[in-house]
């Protein structure tokens, strides 16, 4: 077992800081860049104890990111509250589930789906913005600067696919961002700025319930679970609160592009440890 030292420490900091800004910034929460990173830092380590510090960074980061959100006004806190509801139950699952999965098998599942996730937001990125549903509960939504976000969202399909990404998100350690936003704009319609914001609102309640669900495992007294993750949460909290402001000077279309690409980055790189 590794030793715990005051540098370990403090580059764990600053990785959970770059974490939290471009976690945020994407709407995210960071886990989808963490947990690949984890694996390829700490390959002896079970996928248990990967996904229990990811997801509690990402309970952190959401939380920080959130209340920077709430700030500028860019939180569907209604939409957000039914998505979020649909996802506990899916994430308290994924949680148990890990633990019987080969660390071999689970970095192949993680690298094919980041695969994935980055082709659809590349080809969604090309396409012509879809037209406005006209189905689905309104929202108009003015957020601190004044700048108005029309749309309509479709309550009953955004909850039936939030319960699968509670599963998934929880089962891998990303905390949902990664598959909720490209959901949110793609499948559902939100503008991609609300869509990031409200998946940070979202992550508090699904990262809160698998990380709940590890700590009653145990999964952090493994090795240095519990230091580890405190250690990346603290750098995760000033992060997010930049990435936060960084995504007011950044247009919807770029911050899709950022996400895909990182994704795919991350991917190939996790393929080749497999």
């Known amino acids: 077992m590794a030793s715990f030292t005051a540098t370990t420490a403090a580059l764990l900091v600053a990785l959970g800081f770059g974490v939290g800004v471009f976690g945020t910034l994407v709407g995210a929460g960071g886990g989808f860049i963490l947990t690949p990173v984890l ?4 390959p002896h380590e079970s996928a248990q104890t990967i996904t229990a510090i990811s997801i509690g960074v990402v309970f952190f980061n959401a939380a920080s990111g959130s ?5 500028q006004r ?15 139950p899916g994430a308290v699952a994924g949680a148990l589930v890990v633990g019987h ?3 071999s098998a689970f ?11 980055a082709a659809w937001l590349l080809s969604g990125s090309r396409r012509k913005a879809p037209r406005p549903s006209v189905r689905g509960t309104p929202r108009l939504l003015v957020d601190a600067r004044g700048a108005e976000f029309g749309y309509r969202v479709p309550l009953v399909r955004g909850a039936l696919l939030s319960v699968i990404v509670g599963f998934v998100s929880s089962f891998l350690g990303l905390g949902g ?10 499948a559902l319609g939100f503008p991609v700025h609300i869509a990031t914001a409200t998946s940070h609102f979202v992550l508090v309640f699904t990262s809160g319930a698998g990380a709940a669900t590890h700590a009653i495992q145990g999964s952090y007294h493994v090795g240095h679970g519990l230091r580890r993750t405190l250690a990346l949460s603290a750098g ?10 960084v995504s007011l000077r950044l247009s919807g279309p770029l911050i899709q592009r950022l996400l895909a690409v990182s994704l795919m980055a991350l991917a190939v790189r996790l393929a080749i440890t497999v």
């Open 67 to 71: 209340i920077a959100y709430a700030r």
């Open 107 to 117: 970095d192949g599942i993680m690298a094919g789906l980041l695969l994935l996730m």
């Open 101 to 103: 999965v080969p660390r």
């Open 39 to 42: 694996l390829i830092l700490y």
């Open 74 to 88: 860019r939180i569907d806190f209604h939409s957000g509250l039914v998505f979020a509801s649909a996802t506990l």
């Open 177 to 186: 961002g990664i598959i909720h936003v490209p959901i949110l704009v793609q």
């Open 236 to 245: 995760v909290i000033g992060g997010a609160q930049m990435g936060a402001r």
